[in-house]
């Protein structure tokens, strides 16, 4: 049960981290926030819009995980309950 629990645990958590970064790149907070302010050398990079594609990316990679995990939700609770 408990292995069943964590594997809908880090299904979620790709979900919810993936649509994350692929929202909040193209939002104002991401250009209104206090890394910024403090870091004023870095804001060129990350205002860049090839580095907010960039980790829209990684979240459609992150949402593709939790895809995979879904549909192989039997055979990840299988590989946690042998080891």
Not at 19 to 41: A, G, R
Request: with cysteine.
């Amino acid at each position: 049960m408990a292995n069943k629990i964590l594997v809908i645990v880090f299904i979620f958590f790709c979900f919810e981290l993936g649509f994350f970064l692929v929202i909040f790149p193209w939002s104002q907070y991401w250009e209104n926030n206090l890394f910024l302010v403090y870091l004023p050398s870095i804001r060129e990079l990350v205002l860049n819009n090839y580095f907010r594609g960039a980790v829209t990316g990684l979240g459609i990679v992150d949402i593709g995980l939790g895809f995979w995990e879904a549909l192989h939700f039997k055979m990840a609770v299988a590989q946690l309950g042998q080891k």
